[in-house]
Nanobody, 119 residues
Framework: VQLVESGGGLVQTGDSLRLSCTAS????????MGWYRQAPGKQRELVAV????????NYADSVKGRFTISRDKVKNTIYLQMNSLKPEDTAVYYC?????????????WGQGTQVTVSS
């Protein structure tokens, strides 16, 4: 599975950005897609995930009400709409895919896209 991310950039506090991630290659059995982020000196943390089947979503408390994850199953693409951005949202954002085949799971990561929010 190859993941191509786009949409990062430099914005000001209160602005919006939309990240995109498209999966290609072996895309069957994708169970979950989502976004994680890693700020300098911090551990990578979950931002938002969405299941492939039912579209169930899960968000970090810090982004609830501001970020929305969505998916286009036909295009194997997910989006992260980020509104009301804050300086603490500054991080490298990584696209994430988990495939589940019987009892085995396989995780894939994108190369990351930088999001910088200036105060």
């Amino acid at each position: 599975v190859q993941l191509v991310e786009s949409g990062g950039g430099l914005v000001q506090t209160g602005d919006s950005l939309r990240l995109s991630c498209t999966a290609s290659g072996i895309t069957f059995s994708i169970n979950t897609m989502g976004w994680y982020r890693q700020a300098p000196g911090k551990q990578r943390e979950l931002v938002a995930v969405i299941t492939s089947g039912g579209g169930t979503t899960n968000y970090a408390d810090s982004v609830k009400g501001r970020f929305t994850i969505s998916r286009d199953k036909v295009k194997n693409t997910i989006y992260l709409q980020m509104n009301s951005l804050k300086p603490e949202d500054t991080a490298v954002y990584y696209c994430y895919v988990r495939r589940v085949i019987i009892l085995s799971q396989y995780d894939y990561w994108g190369q990351g896209t930088q999001v910088t929010v200036s105060s």
